[in-house]
């Protein structure tokens, strides 16, 4: 009798572990933000929204959304290219093609029009200012998650359309590391960033593309245009 009622128990007990237990998606991640600003300059970087503020998004990201909430939006908001010649795939997401479609990044005509209102604004910058993006970590910045490099891809073509990711790739400015993240706990929503130096160009507005890699072949990416001034 006492057996049975101690089974009975562990059993129960075992029912209430599981039912309130809610297991942490693998998701994907996107650039949340293409010009991050620090409250404060110089120490360690704070990429939380207590940290800083964003002042450029990509194409029609939009506005007032929590912090790497937006794999659960409809579209979603990470785009990931083809598998079979990822180097040959559509650059920015068109939210049709894709193993994960996405959300549309097209560039619009003009370029403007992919921002304001609900969107976030353009980036505006200049030659050799300093660019911080931001991303959310999306359980992928794990101890035992590999260190990928983050590739920013710069379009030489000034107030043009898109180039191809082949000649994208061609243009590659920097690599960030994408564990680059704030400390936490909740390994889906830990913030993470990298920063560059914006190159050499004339002034005009450019394709800017943020490129990762989480398995061999499976490659997520995000567009913006800049103005460089």
Not at 74 to 90: E, T
Not at 120 to 126: D, F, H, L, N, P
Request: aromatic share 10%; with cysteine.
């Amino acid at each position: 009798m006492v057996l049975k009622s101690s089974f009975t128990m562990l059993v129960v007990a075992s029912l209430a572990v599981f039912g309130t237990y809610t297991p942490q998606a693998e998701a994907h991640s996107w650039a949340d933000c293409i010009d991050w600003k620090f409250n404060k300059s110089g120490g360690k970087q704070d990429w939380s929204d207590k940290g800083g503020k964003c002042t450029g998004y990509a194409r029609r990201f939009p506005l007032h959304k929590a912090f790497g909430s937006l794999d659960s939006a409809d579209p979603s908001r990470h785009y990931q290219q083809v598998h079979k010649n990822p180097n040959s795939a559509l650059a920015c997401s068109n939210g049709k093609a894709g193993v994960e479609a996405g959300s549309d990044e097209t560039r619009a005509n003009p370029p403007s029009k992919a921002y304001g209102g609900k969107y976030g604004q353009m980036t505006v910058t200049s030659v050799g200012d300093t660019l911080c993006v931001r991303w959310p970590a999306k359980n992928h910045a794990k101890k035992n998650e590999p260190n990928n490099m983050v590739q920013i891809n710069l379009s030489k073509a000034k107030d043009a359309k898109d180039i191809s990711q082949q000649e994208l790739l061609k243009n590659t400015i920097a690599r960030l590391p994408y564990k680059n993240c704030n400390a936490g706990s909740n390994e889906d929503r830990r913030a993470c960033g990298g920063c560059f130096k914006v190159p050499v160009r004339a002034k005009g507005t450019y394709l800017l593309q943020w490129r990762w890699m989480l398995n061999k072949n499976e490659w997520y990416t995000s567009c913006a245009d800049i103005q460089i001034k």
